[in-house]
């Protein structure tokens, strides 16, 4: 018994931790553009004006992408040849651990006792999903799409760390392994 008692709080200390990883990213790009001919940047403006975070947090996602776009070689420019859109979806979230059992025998309050207990354990947060997109103003599509799931919108532990994070994890996809893909 006390084999499957350790198992059950291992199992429900590894879903616990799961829930702390990382973003799941992916991302999808159009195969018939040629890339390489993408240079200067600027963001879609009406895409950020609908961001749904607080402005605080929408600054803070766009001097991500800046920073990750200057990194990776573009330039913001006036006259772009491509824009950046931005989009956070959010969705409320619950995840339930448990039940958790524990017991055993021992000295304790009046005595000797033994018993068993248990417990369920509920964390209820906001999700959001990061997408970035690339649009071609020229040609009026849409040529390559970055997309990270799991950020917790709750969590303002390091909050800033994260969203920059999370963009680098993006757009790290980015320029797409095209030798890969053929």
Known sequence: MRTAQKLLMLFTVVLALAGCTTLRTASDYDKNVDLSGYKTYNFYDKGIERVKLNNLDKRRLLAAVEAEMNAKGFTKSAKPDLLVNLVVVAREKTDVYGPAYYGGWGWGWGGWRGGWGGGTYVNQYIDGTIIIDFLDPAKKILFW?????????DNFN???????????????QYPPNVTAAK
């Open 158 to 172: 390091k909050r800033e760390q994260r969203l920059y994070t999370g963009v680098k994890e993006i757009l790290a």
């Open 145 to 153: 799409h970055g997309q990270g799931s799991g950020f917790n919108l």
